[in-house]
């Protein structure tokens, strides 16, 4: 069975400072993962996939099948990127299996 | 090019009833999948369909069942409410199986069981 755990609850960082938010997985197969994001007020959306090797708003993340791991980061934390970040892994059968979510604050 | 709809964005039941959520996929969108999301959680796999069949499930009840009809919207029924089914109900359509596909997400129902 796959899980994702996202260890943070809550990160707070002042605007301009770097943040990372950690996701770590488990999975026997070959596993596709996401970030997910969820501003006040708006719908979860893609932030960004490890297949696509892209940074989007600033954040990259590189998946590390040695270490299972997906941290997100990004160099300058900015007040706009406050939001709800979900780790997600897709397996086989096209099913998403998320963590628990970090809550990000960037604070002025 | 219209996005993911759910209906209605809110309702309350009480335990012991039953209760029908509605998702209208984005256009082009075959494949739908469901998800509840209790509070201070993330998003919980319940099931998924693909051009109008199941296409896997989550650790939910068979008092969780859905359908998918042939323009692709959905329907997520409870039956016997409890009070641990109080969440948000996502729906996600996606035009494809399989690696690259991206799931799009609805805005969410938020079921409360009295």
């Known amino acids: 069975a796959q899980r994702v755990t996202q260890p943070e609850k809550l990160l707070s960082v002042f605007k301009g400072a770097p943040v990372e938010l950690k996701c770590n997985y488990s999975?026997?197969?070959?596993?596709?993962l996401f970030w997910y994001v969820q501003y006040s007020r708006q719908r979860l959306q893609l932030l960004l996939r490890h297949i696509s090797r892209e940074s989007i708003k600033g954040f990259t993340a590189d998946l590390n099948k040695g270490e299972t791991s997906f941290h997100l980061k990004k160099p300058f934390a900015q007040e706009e990127d406050s939001a709800m970040y979900y780790c997600a892994l897709k397996a086989a059968g096209n099913k998403l299996t998320f963590g628990g979510g970090t809550r990000v604050l960037v604070k002025p | 090019e219209t996005g993911v709809t759910q209906s209605p964005t809110h309702l309350i039941k009480t335990r012991g009833q039953q209760v029908t959520l509605r998702c209208s996929s984005q256009s082009g969108h075959n494949t739908v999948s469901w998800y509840q999301q209790a509070l201070g959680q993330g998003p919980q796999f319940i099931f998924q369909?693909?051009?109008?069949?199941?296409?896997g499930r989550g650790n939910f009840p068979p008092r969780f069942s859905g359908l998918q009809f042939p323009n692709y919207s959905s329907e997520l029924n409870v039956n016997a409410l409890e009070l641990d089914d109080s969440a948000l109900y996502l729906c996600a359509s996606s035009s494809r199986q399989g690696m690259g596909s991206e799931a799009f997400f609805g805005q969410g129902t938020r079921l409360t069981v009295v």
């Open positions: 369909y693909y051009r109008e069949e199941e296409n």
């Open positions: 999975y026997s197969g070959s596993p596709e």
